[in-house]
């Protein structure tokens, strides 16, 4: 099983960048797929979050309007399109895989993309 983000990097504040994570080795359609991201010191927060086959997306207030999540189930990729870009952005970005029906709960994570957002 495989969770790979990339995309991340060096933005000013305003502008904006695509984080991309792909997945292997495990049925991704049946995944929902979500963005986390983590600051020192802090704990994960739950960015966005996407159901499986895409219809029920959720944000966290602090990036709605200004943050978008998308999948394409054909290509096992999840996109997250990050505008409007703020310094409190800073941080690193982790995609999480998730299924939880009769068979158990499977739980995957990537390694994580750096978005640093600084003039």
């Known amino acids: 099983v495989q969770v790979v983000e990339s995309g991340g990097g060096l933005v000013q504040p305003g502008g904006s960048l695509r984080l991309t994570c792909a997945g292997s080795?495990?049925?991704?359609?049946?995944?929902?797929m979500s963005w986390y991201r983590q600051t020192p010191g802090k704990e994960r927060e739950l960015v966005a979050y996407i159901s499986s086959r895409g219809g029920i997306r959720n944000y966290a207030d602090s990036v709605e309007g200004r943050f978008t999540i998308s999948r394409n189930n054909a290509k096992n990729t999840v996109l997250l399109q990050m505008n409007s870009l703020k310094p409190e952005d800073t941080a690193v970005y982790y995609c999480?895989?998730?299924?939880?029906?009769?068979?158990?709960?499977?739980?995957?994570w990537g390694q994580g993309t750096q978005v640093t957002v600084s003039s």
């Open positions: 999480n895989a998730k299924r939880d029906d009769f068979e158990g709960l499977r739980d995957y």
């Open positions: 080795g495990f049925t991704f359609s049946s995944y929902a």
